[in-house]
């Protein structure tokens, strides 16, 4: 086809470009994914078969079925990954919710498990139990939610930030997270990681509807899936005020006023929708929770003794239609999910504010300066932006790309939210989990210090011209080489202090993780 004119063919070519560069970034990125994916696989076995375990006071449930004949080899090459809350997920995918604290793990991950269990492993039935499958399947699926939350990442980094150098490298930097066991582990965190950057870059895009269906779903996995009821709330208010300020500009007289109203009804219909159905997986699980143990239907003749001996030796509830109702059922808003953080992990605020908990606090600290910096640099830049949370100002018509985008905004916003939170109300070691698989923040301002403080990631001279980074014409952008994670890691010692002290918190997290929680040691 024929351009008709030098604006069309040069749109065309930029358009073409933009495409032709996601795919090559998504392939760069989903390569490193899978890399990174295997390794961590490969060394959690060596680690796990180097290290004997620790005796840890964890939940332990008995095995109440017979061993098949490659149980033991899926145990040595993954048993490392069903440590810790993994008991809880694959104790809570092999049986449901038996004991009252099994209620604080959200259904979506184990449903998901029982669901490869059950269709994709069902051929190796004869020759693996169903603990053996669910735990091969928390190494497939595990691995294949990765993949989607570092592409979720990249497509919404690029949206908000407008700079592909930065979502690039923000989305290489989260192949190595500092919560990289949690995210290969039987835990929830890729696969909440997966819909909540999927849900939000659905958001920005303007499909509403996908959004909160995507973000509904990921409240099913984790019950901070509520906070981003936020986003809801706040984007499209931006986008009301941004056809406001349209219509103000190009309407005049009774039009304008109806075209207001429309907007602000509008606005009000979509938050209000928005926000029943992301809150209605968790409300659903709170009323699923009451009718287990506040009108039981479950004898204890019903359950396995052996877990039914383990439930009286450690004090776990379970529901029992003969016996009286629990005290949290009297409540005049009956939540188990808040009485299971109350009494059984002895979550609330400021509790974890002891001197006997300092190792804990220092082990949060790297995830914590993070998403401080990034406030605190965002709010530098933007502060007539941030005083008007946002809104509305002069930087909104014309937006510049990179992390202090008004975009990005929100995202800190958010990320601050999380950081309080996760400080004053949390078990705080908590911090680094919690925050890496709901926030694109740490990242972002992680790329954006490398961008700022590494002269190798640019082609101008340093101190050494011994240590400059070669880029290939072929696979090269904006002047750096198409992984440059890899490509700073062999110059490590010549990096700016900043680039080590990145690069150093995430590989060493990275490799820390598997080596203590895959062994039952105390780990974030």
């Known amino acids: 086809m024929v351009c008709s004119s030098a604006d069309g063919c040069r749109n065309r070519f930029a358009h073409s470009w933009s495409i032709s560069s996601m795919t090559m970034d ?43 004949y490659l149980d033991p080899v899926v145990d040595w090459l993954f048993g490392g990954l069903a440590h810790w809350d993994a008991e809880h997920f694959l104790f809570i995918a092999e049986r449901g919710y038996l004991y009252e604290h099994n209620f604080a793990f959200f259904p979506l991950f184990p449903i998901v498990l029982r669901g490869l269990a059950e269709t994709l492993l069902w051929p190796l039935s004869s020759w693996l139990s169903v603990r053996g499958r669910l735990i091969l399947a928390v190494a497939l699926g595990n691995s294949a939610l990765f993949l989607l939350s570092v592409v979720a990442l990249y497509a919404l980094s690029r949206a908000v930030l407008q700079d592909r150098r930065l979502a690039l490298l923000s989305s290489l930097l989260y192949c190595f997270t500092p919560a990289n066991v949690f995210m290969t582990a039987g835990y929830s965190e890729s696969l909440f990681a997966a819909l909540t950057f999927g849900g939000l870059f659905l958001l920005e895009k303007g499909f509403t509807l996908r959004a909160c269906l995507a973000l509904s779903i990921a409240t099913a996995a984790r019950s901070n899936g509520l906070v981003n009821i936020g986003f809801l709330l706040y984007l499209p208010s931006l986008n009301a005020i941004s056809q406001i300020r349209v219509y103000r500009a190009t309407t005049k007289g009774r039009s304008k006023v109806l075209h207001y109203i429309w907007v602000i009804l509008r606005l009000l219909l979509t938050s209000l929708f928005g926000t029943a159905v992301i809150a209605l997986p968790f409300c659903a699980f709170q009323y699923y929770g009451y009718r287990t143990f506040c009108t039981p239907s479950t004898s204890l003749e019903q359950i396995h003794p052996a877990l039914l001996t383990l439930g009286e030796q450690r004090g776990y509830r379970v529901p029992d239609e003969n016996g009286p109702p629990p005290l949290w059922c009297m409540r005049p808003l009956p939540l188990l999910y808040s009485h299971i953080q109350d009494v059984y992990w002895d979550v609330g605020f400021l509790r974890y504010f002891e001197l006997k908990q300092i190792p804990n606090f220092i082990l949060a600290m790297p995830m914590a300066t993070l998403a401080i910096m990034a406030a605190y640099a965002y709010f530098q830049a933007n502060p007539e932006l941030c005083l008007r949370l946002g809104l509305w100002g002069t930087g909104l018509e014309k937006p510049t790309p990179g992390f202090f985008n008004p975009k990005a905004f929100v995202y800190v916003v958010h990320s601050t939210v999380l950081l309080v939170f996760g400080t004053l109300c949390m ?54 080489p198409q992984n440059p994670i890899l490509a700073l890691l062999p110059h490590f010692k010549s990096c700016s202090p900043t680039t080590q002290s990145i690069l150093g918190y995430f590989f060493s997290y990275w490799i820390l993780g598997l080596a203590l929680h895959c062994n039952f040691l105390p780990w974030t």
């Open 26 to 68: 998504v392939k760069a990125v989903v390569e490193f994914a899978t890399v990174t994916r295997g390794l961590s696989l490969v060394l959690q076995a060596v680690l796990n078969a180097a290290i004997p375990d620790h005796e840890a006071d964890a939940f332990r449930p008995p095995r109440t079925e017979e061993p098949l």
């Open 427 to 480: 078990h705080v070691q908590v911090l680094t989990r919690f925050m890496a698989s709901s926030s694109p923040v740490p990242f972002w301002i992680s790329a954006h210090l490398l961008l700022l403080n590494e002269p190798l990631l640019h082609r101008r001279k340093t101190s050494n011209p011994n240590v400059q980074l070669q880029t290939d014409p072929k696979n090269s952008f904006m002047h750096t």
